[in-house]
C-alpha cells in the first residue's frame, strides 16, 4: 500500500488541522493492516491525534522531532494494527503560539498477512 505523505505549511498558531487524511486514498483501510505514524516539525508546540473510527489511539502527543524534512528511519511516532474498513482521521494542534510552523507527517498502510 502507498505511503501517504503530508506537508502542511504554515500551521498557524493556537490551531487545529481538518482530518489529513480526508480524500486520501489511505483514509479507509481495505484490509487488516499495520499503521504507522512519522512526523517531524520545523517548531516545538505541535500535537498529533490519531483516530481509527471512534478509538482514539494517539491523544494529543507532542510531536518530538524538530527538523525540516521528514526521516522515517528517525521521525516514528507510533504504529499499531487496525482491521479491514477502519477509518483513519490525523488531526495536529498548535499549542505554543509562536506564529507559523512547519509539518511534515507520514503514515503507512502495510498489510497483516496471515499463516
Known sequence: MPRSMFY???LAAST???NILSG???EFVPFDATITVYAVSSAIGVRLSFFADSDLL????EIP?????LDTSAHFVDQFSVE???RLALYLRE???AGTIDVYTAVDVNPEWVI
Open 58 to 61: 494517539i491523544d494529543d502527543k
Open 65 to 69: 522531532y524538530i527538523g525540516t524534512s
Open 16 to 18: 487545529k488541522t481538518a
Open 84 to 86: 479491514a474498513g477502519t
Open 8 to 10: 502542511n505549511a504554515n
Open 95 to 97: 499549542v505554543a503560539a
Open 24 to 26: 486520501d486514498v489511505n
